[in-house]
């Protein structure tokens, strides 16, 4: 499933994974938020309400993320304040739901309350 990502001058492609969580994502499509940064991540709420399926506590670079807790969707591009070392950690567990197809570090040029959009590709 190919989306589109677009915040500011910064637009990427990415692909979903063939989770329950992405497909439901995927069916939300376009989405339109205005962007929280914590560190190197981009997250946003999102109009789904999903629990934790195989979540992970530490991502790679460029991994795509959903937040049960605060039904947000996240982009990782570098550590948190939560991380250790280089590792990359969510505030807490996210599902995994895809990767960007490009460089992530190009999303350290969004700013906290730009509008992000995600679509279809």
């Known amino acids: 499933m190919k989306i589109r990502i677009t915040a500011d001058k910064v637009s990427m492609e990415g692909d979903l994974n063939e989770t329950p969580t992405a497909a439901k994502i995927f069916g939300l ?15 946003f709420e999102i109009p789904l309400e999903e629990g934790s399926r195989d979540a992970k506590e530490v991502v790679q670079i460029g991994e795509l ?12 591009f570098g550590p948190t304040p939560a991380s250790r ?6 505030a807490s567990e996210v599902n995994v739901v895809g990767k960007l197809c490009g460089d992530p570090t190009a ?3 969004v700013k906290a309350g730009e509008t992000v959009k995600i679509e279809t590709a």
């Open 107 to 109: 999303f350290k040029e």
């Open 65 to 76: 993320g959903y937040w049960p807790p605060g039904h947000a969707f996240c982009i990782f």
């Open 85 to 90: 070392g280089d590792e990359i950690r969510p």
């Open 29 to 43: 499509l376009p989405i339109e938020a205005s962007a929280n940064r914590w560190g190197d991540e981009i997250y």
